[in-house]
C-alpha cells in the first residue's frame, strides 16, 4: 500500500494543489517552442527550436530539436534558492546532428543553464559544448 501512494504522489500528485506547496520543485513537464541564438562562421544567427520534458518529482528528462539535430539530456537538476528568488534547471545533454549535417556539425556534448519564470511558462538561459560554442536559449511552454 505503502508503494501505490508512493508512485502515486511522485508522479501524479506532488505537483498538484495541495502537494505542490510543501514541494518546491516546478512542474514542467510538456511541449515547448524556442529559439536558440548562436554565432557559426562570424555570423549571429537565430533558429527555432522545440523541446519535450518528461517530468516526475524524481526523474526529468529533456528532448530538444532542431531542423538539423536531436539533443537528449542525461543528467538534469533544479537548483533552487529561494531567498536569492532563483529557479534553475541545468542540464548536461548529448547532441547528434543528421547523417546530412555531420560533416559541419559532428556529435557533441554540452550543457545548459535556464530561469525558470515565476508562472513556470517561460525558460531562459544559455549552453556551452565540448566544442568551445555558446549560445542562448529561450522557451515557451505550448
Do not use: C
Not at 104 to 129: C, F, M, R
Amino acid at each position: 500500500m505503502v508503494s501505490i501512494i508512493f508512485i502515486l504522489f511522485s508522479r501524479y500528485l506532488w505537483y498538484r494543489w495541495p502537494f505542490k506547496l510543501l514541494v518546491p520543485i516546478p512542474f514542467l513537464n510538456g511541449q515547448w517552442d524556442g529559439t536558440v541564438t548562436y554565432e557559426w562562421e562570424g555570423q549571429k544567427h537565430i533558429k527555432a527550436i522545440s523541446m519535450s520534458i518528461r517530468q516526475t518529482l524524481f526523474y526529468i528528462h529533456l528532448k530538444v530539436k532542431t531542423d538539423e539535430s536531436t539533443s537528449l539530456s542525461y543528467s538534469a537538476s533544479f537548483n533552487i534558492n529561494e531567498q536569492r528568488q532563483e529557479r534553475e534547471l541545468i542540464y548536461s545533454y548529448s547532441n547528434e546532428p543528421s547523417i546530412q549535417n555531420r560533416s559541419k556539425s559532428p556529435i557533441h556534448y554540452g550543457a545548459a543553464k535556464l530561469s525558470i519564470s515565476d508562472d513556470n511558462q517561460e525558460l531562459v538561459g544559455y549552453y556551452w559544448t565540448d566544442r568551445k560554442t555558446l549560445g542562448g536559449l529561450n522557451f515557451k511552454k505550448r
